[in-house]
């Protein structure tokens, strides 16, 4: 008897924890690859980050691999900006939409160029100490 109803609670967890029979929704997500606008090759370690259209809290995020590929899930059904950065190089924001479950949007290669702000000059300044031992 008692194997019995083991039995029936392990089966009804099991049911429970199953996204289709408890109507659960599959989160969907995004993928690609960033590039050097410059010298055309993948660009490793730019950051990405997914934010809801509208809100500043970033949900997601993700750094690029050594070729240049992300992927990030766990993304529901709505409305997103993809914000990619990198350290010498442009920001670039993407609008996207998640419209089904379990969708995953290839958001295919995109470039970055390089962003070449330069000093003019340099000032420095010294000062003599006051007291000398």
């Known amino acids: 008897m008692m194997k019995k ?35 055309g090759g993948p660009l490793e ?23 240049g590929n992300y992927s990030i899930g766990g993304l529901k059904k709505g409305e997103y900006v993809v914000t990619f950065s990198y350290i010498g190089y442009g920001e670039v924001s993407k609008t996207i939409s998640i419209g089904t ?3 995953v949007l290839n958001l295919g290669e995109l470039t970055l160029e390089e962003d070449a702000n330069q000093l003019n000059e340099v000032e420095i300044v010294a000062k003599r ?3 000398r031992f």
């Open 5 to 39: 109803k083991v039995s029936f609670l392990l089966a009804g967890m099991l049911m429970c924890m199953t996204p289709a029979m408890n109507g659960a929704t599959i989160d969907g997500g995004i993928k690609g690859t960033v590039m050097d606008g410059e010298l």
């Open 45 to 67: 370690f730019v950051t990405v980050q997914v934010k809801a259209k509208g809100s500043d809290k970033i949900l997601q995020g993700s750094v690029t691999g050594s070729d």
């Open 101 to 103: 479950n379990s969708q």
């Open 129 to 131: 100490p006051q007291m």
